[in-house]
């Protein structure tokens, strides 16, 4: 991708991305959430609560767009892909910070902590009045 390092840059400077999933009527629904917690290659990975309609969402439909937006540069990345839900303690554990216990408060955090990992697929690019699809 042409534009990796504008996306890492990008992703990394903004508190917040905005996360699309389809609701059971199929139709999208945007959330803020906060920014990933990995990015490695085309998988970015997120956290939430394991009982959020979200998971359940993705699971029954693993389609997902992320959009990251700087305001201060009027700079914009849509990324579309599908998100996997990764709920085994043995997937999540490495992802598990001690900071995490203020958003899960069942069984010490673990168990209401779910990882989200998006893959993407195709994406585009917005700066200058310009949209540039990857």
């Known amino acids: 991708m042409s534009f990796e390092k504008e ?3 990008l992703v990394e400077q903004q508190e917040l991305c905005f996360l699309g999933s389809i609701t059971d009527e199929g139709y999208p629904m945007i959330r803020a959430m906060l920014r990933p ?3 490695d290659q085309n998988y970015l990975y997120l ?14 439909n693993p389609k997902a ?3 990251f937006y700087d ?6 990345i849509t990324l ?8 085994q303690e043995s ?12 958003y899960y408060e069942k069984g010490g955090g673990l168990s209401d902590f779910t990882v989200l990992k998006f893959t993407f697929a195709h994406g585009e690019f917005y700066q200058n009045f310009q949209v540039t699809p990857f």
């Open 47 to 60: 956290h939430t609560n394991t009982t959020s309609n979200k998971v359940r969402q993705f699971l029954d």
């Open 91 to 102: 997937e999540k554990i490495a992802f598990w910070k001690e900071d995490y216990q203020i």
């Open 65 to 67: 767009c992320l959009y």
């Open 80 to 87: 579309i892909g599908e998100m996997q839900v990764l709920s």
């Open 71 to 76: 305001a201060a540069t009027f700079t914009g």
């Open 7 to 9: 996306l890492i840059e």
């Open 37 to 39: 917690i990995k990015i």
